[in-house]
């Protein structure tokens, strides 16, 4: 299979609610790398790399996160393989 990255905006209240936290351990349970990182305006920005169905899953998962955020819009862009060590909070 083809590895892939995709990049994921997280729009709604997902800044103080351990958002970056959940994100990084589905990514690492679903065998992905990439990054969690809050971003100014209030949302969260998700790269995930790996296999584009476990890709798939974790966007699934990104539409309601944990139980303490509010999830209001979800925007992707696919991107080119780029290697990335782990899942991280950035």
Partial sequence: MARCCVKTRVIGHVQGVGFRFYTAHQGLMLDLTGYARNLA??????????????????????????????VEQLTTETLAWQHQDGFKMN
């Fill in 41 to 70: 305006d209030g949302s969260v920005e998700v790269l995930a790399c790996g296999e584009q169905v476990n890709i798939d899953t974790l966007i699934d998962w990104l539409r309601h996160g944990p139980k303490t955020a509010t």
